[in-house]
């Protein structure tokens, strides 16, 4: 918690940054203009906090990125030592109970084996990784080494047109990526630079790397790409449009909506419906029902055949009723009682976004500042499609290749393209932050959604004194 005063006199106000929200001290109404400024000196001072992670700017011309210790250092602890420990007991320096038995060939295989725990362990403790890019000589520069360089090789930076982020999908074994790479010009290899689970933490990197090397910033995390000049990569989407940069996109409002949007002179309300119920839901607690149903007369003759006790016999069909009936017929409540409360509220106005998403029992509020509002993008299915092509056009293009051209006008488009294409539903509208990817309205039709981001983007760059 910060305390800041100085600017306005006699006015003292806290930053709370765990929320990113501006509360004045008790007992005191601060004006609009006061709010403005305490936001933009906070996301100042984070900006400046920033070489956070591997990224260093160790000159004004200068970025160094910085790989391994940390988490890797921890993993590698266990294997180093207990090399060690094995090299110590095949150099016969730690004593054995039973080393009268040890055939003679055993010892220097004992000692193989701590050497490679050794060397696997040394290199993840102590193994290092720098990348260097000058600015001022126009170069990059990669160095391994043990702590400190021991080796390295230069290259030239001029084979880079721009700083790209990225978007690469996990599995079931790996979490989704958005990487950070310098693009090379045609016929030429990407650089990586970075990768980070979280969007906004590898938005930062490529911002600074884009600012030091003067190269324009490409977001294609999303489906649609977005370039900004390397002078103008922190700027806000509020910022953007109100100094004409971004043009509002206009989409002309649908016949037939499944959500309510209400518009005001000071904000945009989106209502966005439930998840409704689908009576494919009642399958299963029917049937587990009727399952105990039939089974509970044969077992009840079993246990009176056997003369199992009734104690027994209370606790097995207690259990069977919790497993059986309880348990689905509280699935049915939760999902009805959402089908009834369940829906989103999105509130968007000069001031940031408001989301209140309502489940069944709870609902949860979700903030972001216009001042941490970096983007507004969309997803449906045709900019889907139009993203996985420009994807691989790039990887083919690396490797020589080039992609067949789609259908032209008077062609027919394949069936089973034409098949998937209205099997794909929209990623609906995301908001692309200083802190991260947040989305809403996934599901909704093509035209609807392109009309909510026009209405959302209008509403933020909207200039009044509304508050929250």
């Known amino acids: 918690m910060l305390y800041l005063e100085g600017q306005y006199p006699g006015i003292r106000f806290r930053v709370i940054e765990e929320q990113d929200r501006i509360r004045p001290h008790p007992g005191l109404t601060l004006s609009a203009g006061v709010l403005g400024y305490a936001s933009a000196w906070g996301a100042g001072r984070r900006a400046r906090m920033g070489s956070a992670g591997p990224f260093r700017l160790v000159a004004p011309d200068r970025l160094q990125i910085k790989e391994g210790g940390g988490c890797l250092s921890l993993f590698g602890l266990p294997f180093l030592l207990a090399g060690i420990f094995v090299v110590l007991i095949g150099l016969r320096i730690v004593p054995m109970s039973n080393a009268a038995d040890v055939p003679a060939w055993a010892w220097p295989l004992i000692f193989l084996m701590g050497l490679v725990f050794v060397v696997v362990g040394g290199g993840l403790v102590l193994g290092r990784r720098w990348v260097t890019l000058d600015a001022g000589r126009g170069t990059l520069r990669r ?22 982020l990225r978007f690469a999908a996990g599995d079931s074994d790996s979490a989704d990526r958005y990487p950070v790479l310098l693009r090379a010009r045609s016929g030429g290899t990407d650089y990586a630079l970075s990768s980070s689970t979280q969007y906004g933490e590898s938005r930062e990197r490529a ?94 003759e079993f246990f009176h055949r056997t003369r199992t006790p009734e104690t027994v016999q209370i606790v097995f069909f207690a259990a069977a009723a919790l497993i059986l009936v309880v348990v689905p017929l509280v699935g049915v409540v939760n999902a009805v009682a959402l089908a009834k409360r369940g829906g989103s509220l999105v509130t968007a106005s000069p001031e940031g976004i408001v989301i209140e998403e309502r489940s069944a029992w709870r609902v949860k509020t979700t903030r972001v500042l216009a001042a941490d509002i ?91 004194d509304h508050r929250w």
């Open 143 to 164: 160095e391994w080494g043990l702590l400190v360089p021991l080796q390295g090789e230069e290259q030239r930076l001029d084979g880079y047109d721009a700083v790209v």
């Open 207 to 300: 911002a600074a790397v884009a600012k030091v090397l003067s190269l324009p910033l490409v977001d294609a995390s999303t489906d649609h790409e977005s370039v900004r000049n390397p002078d103008r990569v922190d700027a806000t989407l509020q910022e953007q449009i109100r100094s004409g940069e971004a043009a509002g996109e206009e989409a002309a409002r649908p016949l037939r909506m499944q959500c309510q949007v209400r518009e005001s002179s000071r904000a945009v309300e989106i209502v966005l419906p439930g998840p409704g119920f689908k009576p494919s839901k009642l399958i299963g607690p029917v049937f587990s029902i009727a399952l105990l149903g039939y089974l509970a007369p044969g077992l009840l």
């Open 374 to 464: 970096l983007a507004l993008d969309y997803g449906t299915a045709d900019t889907a499609f139009q993203s996985a092509r420009r994807g691989a056009e790039a990887r083919l293009a690396q490797a020589g290749q080039r992609i067949p051209p789609l259908p032209g006008p008077g062609r027919e488009v394949p069936r089973w393209l034409g098949l998937l294409r209205r099997l794909t539903t929209s990623k609906g509208i995301i908001v692309k932050s200083r802190k991260g990817l947040l989305s809403f309205g996934a599901g909704l039709p093509d035209d609807e959604v392109r009309y909510l981001h026009a209405a959302v983007a209008r509403a933020l760059g909207a200039s009044h």
